[in-house]
Nanobody, 124 residues
Framework: QVQLVESGGGLVQAGGSLRLSCAAS????????TGWFRQAPGREREFVAA????????YYADSVKGRFAISRDSAKNTVYLQMNNLKPEDTAFYYC?????????????????WGQGTQVTVSS
């Protein structure tokens, strides 16, 4: 079993940047695909980005492509989400999750382990 803890959220102005971290404990995160999802008030949780267990494949939602980058540091057992050129519509609670299939799925249904989330607020 793996435990996930997100950090790095906060309040930023539009056009700014944040880097979210997803730190794992209990097992190595490198055997799992890892994804970032977000949920705004009144909306369903949506896919943001994912990385395969090897780190060789990455996937992004169209809304963040070119602005966000997901990466993995196996030595630190951590996955990062670098978010640049943030927009007010990026405001949400951000969650990381571990995918036992290892592929980095876009579907919440494929993720077995979830962190508690971190709030990102982008002001206009």
């Amino acid at each position: 079993q793996v435990q996930l803890v997100e950090s790095g959220g906060g309040l930023v102005q539009a056009g700014g940047s944040l880097r979210l971290s997803c730190a794992a404990s209990g097992r190595t995160l490198s055997i799992y695909g890892t994804g970032w999802f977000r949920q705004a008030p009144g909306r369903e949780r949506e896919f943001v980005a994912a990385i395969s267990w090897s780190g060789h494949s990455t996937y992004y939602a169209d809304s963040v492509k070119g602005r966000f980058a997901i990466s993995r540091d196996s030595a630190k057992n951590t996955v990062y989400l670098q978010m640049n050129n943030l927009k007010p519509e990026d405001t949400a609670f951000y969650y990381c999750a571990a995918d036992v299939l290892g592929v980095g799925s876009r579907s919440t249904l494929d993720y077995e382990y979830w962190g508690q989330g971190t709030q990102v607020t982008v002001s206009s």
